[in-house]
T-cell receptor
Framework: DTAVSQTPKYLVTQMGNDKSIKCEQNLGHDTMYWYKQDSKKFLKIMFSYNNKELIINETVPNRFSPKSPDKAHLNLHINSLELGDSAVYFC??????????????FGNGTRLTVT | GDSVTQMEGPVTLSEEAFLTINCTYTATGYPSLFWYVQYPGEGLQLLLKATKADDKGSNKGFEATYRKETTSFHLEKGSVQVSDSAVYFCALSDGGTALIFGKGTTLSVSS
């Protein structure tokens, strides 16, 4: 009964390919996020959606495109993959847009390796 | 802008030792403060939180007190176990729509 689930767990692909990572939450939350964790464990926000509307779009190459078909799903599509895209990508959700009192619930991550 | 600074790791301790992981923050307003834990191969889980000055968050034997005067939120545990080995993240929310995380501190506990 996973709350935030991501697929796939591991993704190995070659430079130049296009790939997608899917995320679904069954918590009824309004807000979903994508974070990138680098090899040193540093976490950086990439995108955030509230009720299917993009509310955070950090400085991320436009090869990365999030898509939210409904408030329970937030997918991440990456075009023309580069070596530097190798990282662990985490999906998260929270009840509302105010994170001061609404903690984030994270998925288990997708480890992307670009060769 | 707002930021969180954590002590560099890794922190290596023997079982039953006392743990402190330092965290300081910079924020213009009155943020909420959090500690998250990431066990190997898993996502982050909320460990504890404090929403105002002098609040103490606690969970699973871990504690942290929100100190506005020193802008700190240090994580402590009196007696660590091997199962506490993980990466610990301090984070703040200034009321915006995303948490700001520190760089994480790896804790390794040996028996």
């Amino acid at each position: 009964d996973t709350a935030v689930s991501q697929t796939p767990k591991y993704l190995v692909t070659q430079m130049g390919n296009d790939k997608s990572i899917k995320c679904e939450q069954n918590l009824g939350h309004d807000t979903m996020y994508w974070y990138k964790q680098d090899s040193k464990k540093f976490l950086k926000i990439m995108f955030s959606y509230n009720n299917k509307e993009l509310i955070i779009n950090e400085t991320v190459p436009n090869r990365f495109s999030p898509k939210s078909p409904d408030k329970a799903h937030l997918n991440l599509h990456i075009n023309s993959l580069e070596l530097g895209d190798s990282a662990v990508y985490f999906c998260a959700s929270s009840p509302g847009g105010e994170t001061r009192v609404s903690p984030l619930h994270f998925g288990n991550g997708t480890r992307l390796t670009v060769t | 802008g707002d930021s969180v600074t954590q002590m560099e790791g890794p922190v290596t301790l023997s079982e039953e030792a006392f743990l402190t992981i330092n965290c300081t923050y910079t924020a213009t307003g009155y943020p909420s403060l959090f500690w998250y834990v990431q066990y190997p191969g898993e996502g982050l889980q909320l460990l504890l939180k404090a929403t105002k000055a002098d609040d103490k968050g606690s969970n699973k034997g871990f504690e942290a007190t929100y100190r506005k005067e020193t802008t700190s939120f240090h994580l402590e545990k009196g007696s660590v176990q091997v199962s506490d080995s993980a990466v610990y993240f301090c984070a703040l929310s200034d009321g915006g729509t995303a948490l700001i995380f520190g760089k994480g501190t790896t804790l390794s506990v040996s028996s």
